[in-house]
């Protein structure tokens, strides 16, 4: 994960999100919403493949954002990945915007 210095958090994922990784990817978004920063962009360009163990971390980082009043946002998503999120209904649950 990368980071840029925005008042925003800006974090680029990259490479592959499967069981083994997902509970490194919660980790890094616990450190992130514990900044308190109004909105963390994820951008998903360079992730090749997301396994329902890290859809489920993003999802409770998104839950948790919005408990504490900030914006998990998803960006520059890949088709495969989009595909992943529309069959799961997840499309609908996260913010996502196009670069």
């Known amino acids: 994960m990368t980071t840029s210095q925005d008042i925003n ?3 680029a994922l990259e490479g592959r999100y499967d069981a083994l990784r997902a509970s490194e990817l919660d980790q890094q978004l616990q450190q992130l919403l514990d900044t308190g920063a109004d909105t963390i962009v994820l951008d998903l360009g360079d992730v090749t493949y997301v396994s329902s163990s890290a859809l489920r ?3 409770l980082a998104h839950r948790q954002a ?3 009043g900030s914006e998990l946002v998803l960006t520059n998503i890949p088709q495969r990945v989009m595909r ?3 069959m799961a209904g997840l499309d609908r649950v996260f913010g996502i915007r196009t670069v």
């Open 57 to 59: 971390v993003l999802l």
């Open 84 to 86: 992943v999120l529309r």
């Open 66 to 68: 919005s408990d504490e």
């Open 9 to 11: 958090h800006y974090h």
